[in-house]
């Protein structure tokens, strides 16, 4: 299975990447659907942020209180990698068996944090959608009702820019303007078949 990774700062356009790619019949593995399903009630992963961060981080109903862990491990790095220890070989787990079950020409992989962590490793190739970060923090304040402070935070947490994009084998700018993304994503979806059918049959 030939599995290109996308990946992108928050407010860069992932999802609307993804979602043209998917539109074409793309299976898409959303590294953020996985970290979800690991956390959600009776998985062992939730139990053991219960156990580290308390019953704080608990919503009423039994599952994750997602704005109150933000809090925590955004305001403190020894928290965030406490955090990620727990759940990250969970999330990698579930990847890994989402994309052994997709049947598309080629899996995309899309993960805010591929080249954070070792998700990058899963993949053939990895797809940079890049955007200037004043885009990116108004997208993203405007998306999801977030702060400013916050949405800073979360930039700064990521690897920076220009780092990601001397990692990525390619890199789209997406500027605002959704048909010139969507033509860059046509030529690179022809390109992926091509390396997919390649690799199919060297394989």
Do not use: C, W
């Not at 406490?82 to 052994?100: F, G, M, W, Y």
């Not at 400013?148 to 990601?164: G, N, T, W, Y």
């Amino acid at each position: 299975m030939f599995v290109v990774g996308l990946t992108g700062g928050i407010g860069s356009g992932k999802t609307a990447a993804s979602d043209y790619l998917a539109a074409k019949g793309i299976t898409v593995v959303d590294a953020d659907v996985a970290s979800r399903i690991v956390v959600t009630p009776g998985q062992p992963a939730l139990e053991a942020i219960r156990q580290h961060f308390g019953d704080t981080v608990i919503a009423a109903d039994g599952g994750l209180d997602r704005r109150a862990l933000r809090e925590i491990v955004f305001a403190d790095p020894a928290q965030r990698q406490a955090l990620e220890a727990i759940t990250h070989p969970a999330i990698n787990h579930e990847i890994r068996r989402q994309i052994a079950a997709s049947a598309s020409a080629y899996t995309l992989l899309v993960s805010p944090l591929l080249l954070e962590t070792r998700q990058h490793e899963l993949a053939d190739r990895v797809l940079l959608i890049d955007a200037p970060e004043a885009l990116q923090v108004a997208r993203a304040t405007a998306r999801d009702g977030v702060s400013l402070k916050q949405v800073e935070a979360i930039i700064a947490a990521q690897m920076p820019r220009e780092q990601k994009r001397a990692r990525a084998d390619d890199v789209l700018l997406n500027d605002g303007l959704l048909g010139h993304l969507h033509r860059d994503l046509d030529i690179l979806h022809a390109r992926y078949l091509a390396l997919a059918a390649t690799s199919s049959a060297g394989g």
